[in-house]
């Protein structure tokens, strides 16, 4: 299976090679991000009388004596929600634009989960030169009817409320473009400033719900966070969400549970969390994160009755993580390089590459390998390839994707009998993609490896791809689809599936089509998202008889109405950078025999 022919080679090679990047081209055009629809009633017209703020030293100020200017934003924002991270040092450059011109910016936290140290450390993490107070009760927050962070209102002069919402559209929940095509704060001020009304008072903001005070029911619940919401995080978010994880803040204790509460509950009706894209209807899988109807129905109970904290002799024991390696001690760890990567607090990173020679004197044969990231709250993926020697290039059967990172995948560990062959002489070649997040990190991101005895290998574990290179999606289509197939020659162990489409991908589907005419889905992913490149490890691994067809099906969404879409009016065709588009099923398997 997954024979090397010259086509898949130059295919993964494309993939794996090209300097790709999230963000995309600046120069290309980009149409904007429509917003959501505004939620009703807004505060649009609306007088906001008097409103007291803490500093970080706890000293009380009011919202009159900060708008010495003729307008003034004031933006809600966290310490802790991704969009308010990179919108901080966007606010800075906007109050640096149009403070000049009569405009006082003012930042308030009104978030519970937010200390006053923490609003002092988000300050001068991102360089913030204008006042940011605590909305210590939420009191201000609630006046103003803000709702999410980051968001703003524009005052005017006599304080009526003249702009509400987002910044701009460079960011948006899974969107990142290298620059906005809409800048909506700075036209309203720009109207305002010439007099002029404010041509779109409202456009919805799509960041973090401001995290409120839980206000438990009277009387005892019979669903707490001590017995059962406590142990339903551990199984399901702590994994990603505790320090050093990329989650971007803990769900480790009650605090941080009831505040983050409205926002769970959010992102879990969304299907957004946990990351998991497979349609439940088909195939299952060993690694499904999703949440079950009853976990689910537990805890939008536990939100509604306003978050009970309970007995905290019920609570479990920590979960144990180890903060090492997630497989056996390695026997050989491999760093990407010499020196950590730094990553700069914003913009788009280009993809990075590593090329580390290993000194394998003779073939491994390893059963367990993990792509340890050291700092993951900055690592989107990282992928390690296998480069053979002899210069053929990458192989593709590295391409089955078992040494690679991207959050919450769980390490590659084989069963007994089963290991990845690595050819004496190989090379390692680090593909790491960095998403920063507003302040600058370092990274240097490690191979573990676990060795087999060579004499107890019985199944050697392979990757192979089925892809379609004839992609032709055109300008503006809604839905363009493709099918790629691939015939398997000889018996083998289907053990697990991983789509990869760009930023244009809407759907992609997996199918196995038997000798006898059976078609069976093996894997149904109707919403496909970019920003998860997911691996789907099935629960028991499926016999394919030489001569079942693989048949992979794309969907694309190249009109405006995709908002990851870089440029809807251009023709797009199969390459490597993520504003090109590919059609790739990478799979894992063994020889049944
Ligand atoms: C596989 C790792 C992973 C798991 C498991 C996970 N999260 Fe997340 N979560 C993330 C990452 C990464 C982000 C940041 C996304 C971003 O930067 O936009 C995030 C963001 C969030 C946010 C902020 C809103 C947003 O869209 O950015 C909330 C709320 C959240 N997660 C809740 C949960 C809950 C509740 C669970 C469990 C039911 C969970 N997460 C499980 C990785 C995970």
Redesign the pocket.
Same mark, same amino acid.
């Given at each position: 299976m997954a024979r090397q022919t010259p086509f898949l080679a130059s295919a993964l090679g494309a993939l794996l090679l090209g300097a790709a990047a999230l963000c995309v081209d600046p120069s290309a055009p980009r149409p904007p991000v429509a917003a959501p629809p505004a939620p009703t009633p807004t505060p649009v017209g609306r007088t906001i009388d008097d409103i007291m703020l803490h500093d970080v030293w706890g000293r009380p100020h009011s919202l009159a004596e900060c708008a010495g200017g003729k307008v003034m934003v004031v933006a809600f924002l966290g310490t802790d929600c991704?969009l308010s991270k990179l919108y901080g040092p966007r606010l800075d450059e906007l109050a640096r634009e149009f403070g000049p011109r009569g405009v006082a910016f003012v930042g308030v936290n009104a978030n519970a989960q937010d200390s006053l140290a923490d609003v002092a450390a988000f300050v001068r993490l991102h360089g913030i030169s204008f006042p940011v107070y605590k909305d210590i009760d939420g009191s201000a927050a609630r006046r103003m009817g803000a709702e999410r962070t980051p968001e703003v209102f524009v005052l005017d002069a006599r304080r009526v409320v003249r702009y509400w919402g987002r910044i701009d559209d460079q960011y948006g +929940?899974?969107v990142c473009r290298p620059a906005p095509a809409r800048r909506d704060l700075a036209d309203a001020l720009t109207e305002l400033l010439a007099d002029r009304p404010v041509s779109r008072p409202v456009v919805a903001s799509v960041g @973090?719900r401001i995290g409120r005070e839980p206000t438990p029911a009277a009387g005892t619940a019979d669903v707490t966070y001590a017995k059962q919401i406590s142990r339903l %995080?551990q199984r =399901? @978010?702590v994994? @990603?969400?505790r320090p050093g994880q &990329?989650? &971007?803040f803990p %769900?480790t204790d009650y605090r941080d549970a009831a505040d983050?509460s409205a *926002? *769970?509950r959010e +992102?879990?009706e969304d299907g =957004? *969390? &946990? /990351?998991w894209f497979a349609d439940p209807e088909h195939g299952r899988f060993r690694n499904d994160?999703r %949440?079950t109807d009853d976990e689910k129905r537990l805890l939008f109970r536990w939100i509604d009755d306003g978050c009970p904290e309970g007995d905290p002799a019920d609570l479990p024991p920590p979960p144990a993580f180890s903060d090492g390696w997630r497989i056996p001690r390695p026997d050989r760890v491999v760093d990407m390089a010499d020196q950590p990567f730094d990553v700069p607090a914003r913009g788009d990173v280009p993809y990075q590459y590593y090329l580390v020679d290993p000194g394998f004197a003779e073939d491994a044969f390893v059963r367990a390998a993990e792509v340890r990231p050291g700092d993951a709250s900055v690592v989107h993926h990282a992928l390690v390839m296998i480069v053979p020697p002899g210069g053929a290039g990458v192989a593709p059967d590295s391409a089955g994707a078992m040494l690679d990172y991207t /959050?919450?995948m769980a390490p590659t560990v084989l069963p007994d009998g089963a290991a990845l062959r690595i050819p004496a002489g190989s090379k390692f070649l680090f593909q790491m993609h960095y998403t920063p997040n507003g302040s600058p990190r370092r990274d240097q991101t490690r191979l573990g490896l676990v060795f087999a005895d060579p004499r107890t290998v019985k199944r050697v574990v392979r990757g192979g791809a089925v892809f379609n290179t004839a992609v032709a999606i055109p300008a503006g289509a809604r839905d363009a689809s493709l099918a790629a197939e691939y015939t398997v020659p000889a018996d083998a162990l289907l053990l697990s599936l991983s789509p990869h489409l760009h930023l244009r991908g809407k759907s992609f589907r997996f199918e196995a089509v038997y000798a006898n005419g059976l078609r069976e889905v093996l894997l149904d992913v109707p919403h496909y998202d970019f920003n998860w490149q997911l691996r789907y490890e099935l629960a028991e691994p499926r016999r394919l008889p030489a001569g079942t067809r693989l048949v992979c099906t794309a969907h694309w969404d190249n009109s405006a109405a995709n908002p990851a879409n870089p440029d809807p009016t251009r023709d797009v065709g199969w390459g490597d950078r993520t504003d090109d588009e590919m059609l790739i099923g990478f799979f894992a398997y063994a020889p049944a025999d």
């Open positions: 991704p +929940v899974g @973090c %995080l =399901r @978010c994994e @990603c969400h &990329p989650g &971007p %769900l983050w *926002m *769970m +992102v879990v =957004r *969390m &946990p /990351p994160a %949440l /959050p919450g």
